[in-house]
């Protein structure tokens, strides 16, 4: 018997949901806002955020496992680690711009 | 001597963090998605998000401190309470749209 609760029935959510979750997640926004401009290394990230390399890791390999962030290692000494947006996750680009307009918006009337 | 903490204070944060501090509470993307739609009753509101009234409550009175959303109440029998946005709440509507947008486009790919 087929239960409705598997990833392979139809996704029944808002689409405003489905967002929601990802950018709902802390520290998520910034990581997206910061790779928008390019690929980022682990230390540039952590440094723009000033958030801990565990809480980095971990949101990192949550976007990861999404399909929204792509890591790549380059065979250096030492090695390279860089992070860039998928195309999935450079979808979300836009949303980013909006939020940075209105939250500019936001600043001004405070 | 001044601290450079107080609310009177630039306010130096990205602006995308001041939109990821507000849209990354739970719930709250589906409220303002509702009430962008016009105004909502608490029982409304209640039914379409499936969320208890006490999450519920502290949820609107946050947005109502954030001057996001306001409270109407009329003077019937009984009296009907309902929400809607403010002109600050509603400048948050295109990033919501923005959003529906997306997820669509995520819905579609899964």
Sequence with gaps: ML????QASIDERCPV???AEI???KWTSLI???LADGPRRFGELQHSLGVSPRVLSTRLHALEEELLVEKEI???VPPRTEYSLTEKGRLLIPIIDEMRRVGNLFKKSN
Tied chains: 1, 2.
Excluded: K, M, P, W
């Design 17 to 19: 949901q489905v967002i």
């Design 3 to 6: 239960e409705n609760t598997s």
């Design 32 to 34: 997206l806002r910061d």
């Design 74 to 76: 380059f065979a250096e």
């Design 23 to 25: 950018i709902g997640q």
